[in-house]
């Protein structure tokens, strides 16, 4: 293993920050809408720039509360140091730390043109470490992980998330109605990364998601390929870490996922549901018109 036993030490000594805030409870602050940012995520985040910059010191830093240093290296680590932010603010013990390593093209900075080589994700709360090198696999705790045999999607249990930001663009409600009713069921947990380290370690067949952003998705989508499962966007196309579209599974039920989200995007009415503001609006003329 060339980088993830140094990263591994990293997102424990992270983690471990993150179990004590857990602990104590922390502040909430809104970025906006219902996201929202604890002095947690902020602090961890800090604490992580710092150690790759000991470790790895010719190595860039991106992450998702603002860390952008040497963004014209070769290698670059694509950070969340706290994946599932509205779990934790609630006591919700459903959260990680997740580090991707991009290995870049030479004279670009723009994100997610490299392909990713390393990625490391921590769960503090149940001690579950997860590794992923290029070509030499995906670990739990130092065992080897593959994804699960299932070959049917009516025998799956799966996974999703929603947007914290404009959520009510989003048409996925609609894509979570439809796998409910054709799966063992959907589990909406909030934590991207561990959606796709379960996918990897064979406790959920599939996760997809729109709009997730680098550091979601860097090393979770390295532990599936590792662990023997497929990413695409949801035509089957390619996944790019800009892409903003991942499907994540098993590799045997993936046809099947893509051919179904194929005639929901062709049939369905894929509206927006209406706002709360727009549901009173409605109720109002409702009212208004029985007198
Ligand atoms: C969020 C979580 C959640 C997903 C959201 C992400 P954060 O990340 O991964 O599961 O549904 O789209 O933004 O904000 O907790 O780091
Ligand atoms: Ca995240
Ligand atoms: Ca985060």
Known sequence: MVWTPKAAAIAREAGARLRE???????????????????ADRTVEKLIRGRLAEVFPEH???????????MEGEFRWYVDPLDGTTNFAHGFPQFCVSMGLEQRPQGTSATGDGHIVAGVIYDPLRDELYTAERNLGAWLNGKRLHVSRTKELAESLVSTGFPSRKRHESPNIHFYHEFTLRSHGVRRAGSAALDLAFVAAGRLEAFWEFNLNPWDTAAGILLVEEAGGRITDFAGRPFQLNSREVLASNGLIHAELVGLFEDLFAGRNLAPIPTPREFAERRAEQAAAKG
């Open 21 to 39: 805030f857990f602990a104590q409870g922390v502040e909430t602050e809104y970025k906006g809408d219902v996201d929202l940012v604890t002095v």
């Open 60 to 70: 860039g830093v991106y992450g998702e509360e603002g860390t952008r240093e040497r």
